[in-house]
């Protein structure tokens, strides 16, 4: 197998455990934690909260760890994570032990993906680095849509589900440490990036994204059981659907090359909005919700794609911290949007909550690359 395939299904593999099990996961199995647990809307949107959170710190860490002591280590640290925190969510005990293994468990994610950046930099060719990179991160779609078929298959029993998870995790730790190089970060790594023009409108756009997201991500499966009465079936089908349609997240890069990212970011943030009004305005048919997530999952995917070439980009030297910015930024959005999301579901209702999370996926849009990135089409 050539490097830069052994590269590609690794990195594919480590973003399918640590994004669609351990972090994306929780909102499909919500309706059955909270059955158990009795956590409530708020409390949930504090979990969930919680998880984003956990991941804004690893990430920041797993930049500076990956420019230091090199890609390998910290992808490998990644997947051990991961299998920590989703244990504990199998073991908890209650609504306390389970934020706690919420937040590890989302963690991983910050710590998965500058590692892949940088892998990526240093072994695959300037040229396919781009459909390499937006590969991989589709990753995260294919972790979500088979945890729907699992969820299926066990009946909702979520503690069963999220100990197999962690035992795939493990399994990701090993191919990880024989298939990754141990490739530190590039020149100029360290200090803080330049806050230039690009970057803060990445940064703003993605923060509004990642806020948006949290109506599906955090409340997804809530909403349709509360709205469209749908039992564990219909929200497994649903993750199905929404992680089938993020493959198209695989097209990013070259949608990006092709059109620019201007075009791109605001088609994908329109189909966000109308995902989230389909699978949550309780108005759609059933068929209408699931075509919903599938748009949803693929925006979703396509996004988090243009946000990464977008900052890999801006810092061709630093990929690992490129990608970090919008990929964080993202996930301080999606800290601040879940509990607010469930705040407003516990006050005005879920319409008011969904309608208000659409609008805030288009403004994200009011934020572009102008001019050129690294000879790139805006």
Partial sequence: MSPTLRISATGFGLIAVCYGFARFAFGLFLPQIDGD?????SLSGIISGGSFAG???AILASVI????????AVAVGAAIVAAIGMAGIALAPSPLILTGAVVVAGSSTGLASP????????????????????VINAGTSAGVALTGPIALAIAGQWRLAFGAFAAVAVVLAIA???????????????GVPPMNGSILRL??????????????WSFGGQLVSQQLDWGPTGTGILWTCIGAGGIAGAWAGTLVNRFGLAPVHWTFLGLMAVGILAVGSGIAT???????????????MMLTGVYLVWGTHALPDRPATGLMIG???IAVGQTAGAPLFGFLMAGPGAGPAVICFAVVALLAGAFKARGAIDGMPA
Wanted: net charge positive; proline share 5%; hydrophobic share 55%.
């Fill in 37 to 41: 647990l009795s956590l409530g809307p």
């Fill in 55 to 57: 991941y804004c710190v």
């Fill in 65 to 72: 760890l990956t420019e230091r002591v090199g890609a390998r």
């Fill in 203 to 216: 940064v703003s756009a993605s923060f509004l994204m990642g806020a948006a997201s949290t109506a599906l």
């Fill in 115 to 134: 590692p892949m950046a940088t892998a990526v930099a240093a072994v695959v060719r300037k040229s396919r680095q781009d459909l390499v990179n937006t």
């Fill in 327 to 329: 990929f964080l930024t």
């Fill in 286 to 300: 059933p068929a209408l919700a699931l075509i919903g997530g599938a748009l949803f999952g693929a925006a979703y």
């Fill in 176 to 190: 990880a440490a024989v298939s990754l190089p141990a490739s530190a970060g590039g020149k100029g790594a360290g």
